[in-house]
């Protein structure tokens, strides 16, 4: 299979994923309404051991259900997303004259390696239900204030890296057409 069937293939498992995870109603809505109105934990933008304590409250056997559910997606989703991100911005850095941007490649790893850091510990908060301890909480909520921030860094890596293709290949036909209309050279 050639490299861009397996990046059209990845995003397109990641989309149907997403589409899953997150569209209408979609898993972390199943959660939202089964559990009164509050939503998963790793859809938050940081949480602690009182929210995840005030989270289990109001889900019962329900919403304890339908948070499983989000989370068996979960196993193939961080995966996939980190992925899809890599992929395209390695391909984009291939395509640079310097090496130091695959540095940009961090975020993505990064925000995976987090993101199941943080189902490990929803899976413990599960695993333990009804009740909720303070250190897989506390780990659980740093992960996911964590992963938030390396995902939108490896979001952004993705236009910064275009640019900087676009930008280098506007430099390199500039040279061409001095180069070319300078015969002396």
């Known amino acids: 299979m050639s490299r861009g069937r397996v990046v059209v293939a990845v995003w397109v498992l990641f989309g149907i994923s997403a589409l899953a995870m997150f569209g209408w109603p979609g898993l972390t809505g199943a959660v939202s309404q089964a559990c009164h109105g509050r939503s998963a934990l790793d859809v938050r933008n940081h949480w602690t051991a009182a929210d995840a304590r005030d989270l289990v409250a109001a889900c019962g056997a329900e919403g304890r259900a339908a948070y499983l ?4 997606l979960d196993l193939a989703y961080p995966l996939l997303c980190g992925l899809a ?78 640019l900087a ?14 180069g070319a209309a300078n015969p002396s050279r």
């Open 165 to 178: 293709v676009g930008f280098d290949r506007l430099r390199v036909r500039a040279q061409t057409r001095a």
């Open 69 to 72: 559910r989000l989370q068996l």
């Open 85 to 162: 991100l890599l992929l395209v911005s390695a391909l984009l850095v291939r395509r640079l004259p310097t090496r130091r941007w695959r540095l940009l490649l961090i975020p993505a790893l990064a925000m995976t390696v987090l993101d199941y850091g943080e189902n490990a510990t929803v899976w413990t908060i599960l695993s333990t239900w009804p009740t909720v301890g303070d250190l897989p909480a506390h780990l659980g909520g740093a992960a996911t204030a964590a992963k938030r921030v390396a995902g939108l860094l490896a979001h952004l890596a993705v236009p910064l890296l275009l």
